[in-house]
C-alpha cells in the first residue's frame, strides 16, 4: 500500500461531516497550512497535504509508507496486548476453559495482520477491532479489558489519543518511566502512528454509516 493509495481511501471517499471532524483533529497540530484560508481547504487540497507529510517523512527517515503502515499496525499490537487476559489452561483432567471474548477477537486481529499485504480494508478491519479493545481497557480504568464492544459508537477518539499519549515504554510501569511514543518531532514514525490511527478512526465511522444505509 502507497501513501497516495492510503489518503485516497481514509480522505477522497468519506462525506463531508466525517471529512470535516477528521480536519478539526488534525489542522493545527499534525498537519498546516501556512497560506491558505479554512474555507479553502478542498478534499484534494487537504488529502494532497497529507500525502506531503508522508512524503517528508519518507525523505528523513528513508522508510516508505507500508513500512510506517506496519509500524502502526506493530505499535497497536504492542499497547493492546498489555491489557488482554491470560489464555485459558486446563488444569488436570479438566477440559480447557472457553476463550475470553476479547482474547479471540485479538487473535482474529492478528490473523488479518499476517496478511503479505494488507488492504486499506484489511487495515480498517484490523483498526476496529484493536481501537474497540483499546476502549474497554480504557472504559475499565486501563485495566484488563473486562468487555470487548464492537460497536463503533463506543469508541472515542479523544480518550483513545490521550491514552495512547499516556502510555509507558515496557507497559504499566512506575510513574518516570518515558512515554512509548516520543511525539515531539513532527516528522517521526510515532507522529505517524497518531495521523494514521486518527485517520483509521474516521474511516472505520464512515464505513459503518455507510454499511447501515
Not at 502502526?72 to 491470560?86: F, H, I, N, S
Not at 516520543?182 to 483509521?200: G, Q, R, V
Request: aromatic share 10%; hydrophobic share 40%; glycine share 4%.
Amino acid at each position: 500500500m502507497e501513501a497516495k493509495e492510503f489518503v485516497s481511501s481514509a480522505i477522497k471517499t468519506v462525506d463531508k461531516t466525517t471529512l470535516a471532524a477528521l480536519k478539526e483533529v488534525m489542522i493545527g497540530e499534525y498537519i498546516s497550512f501556512s497560506f491558505v484560508e479554512e474555507k479553502a481547504i478542498t478534499t484534494d487540497v487537504f488529502a494532497e497535504k497529507v500525502c506531503d507529510y508522508f512524503e517528508k517523512l519518507e525523505l528523513k527517515t528513508g522508510e516508505k509508507f507500508e513500512k510506517l503502515a506496519a509500524k502502526y499496525a506493530d505499535d497497536w499490537e504492542e499497547v493492546v496486548k498489555r491489557y488482554l487476559p491470560k489464555e485459558p489452561s486446563a488444569k488436570k483432567g479438566e477440559p480447557v476453559p472457553p476463550m475470553p471474548r476479547s482474547l479471540m477477537y485479538y487473535k482474529r486481529a492478528l490473523e488479518i495482520k499476517s496478511s503479505r499485504n494488507m488492504t486499506i480494508k484489511q487495515l480498517a478491519d484490523y483498526s476496529r477491532i484493536m481501537m474497540s479493545l483499546y476502549m474497554g481497557s480504557i472504559r475499565n480504568n486501563m485495566k484488563e479489558v473486562a468487555n470487548y464492544e464492537f460497536a463503533t459508537e463506543k469508541l472515542d477518539l479523544e480518550k483513545i489519543i490521550n491514552a495512547l499519549k499516556a502510555e509507558k515504554s515496557g507497559g504499566i510501569l512506575p510513574i518516570g518511566k518515558k512515554t512509548l511514543f516520543d511525539l515531539e518531532e513532527l516528522y517521526c514514525p510515532d507522529t505517524a502512528t497518531f495521523i494514521i490511527s486518527m485517520m483509521m478512526y474516521y474511516l472505520i465511522k464512515y464505513m459503518e454509516i455507510k454499511g447501515e444505509e
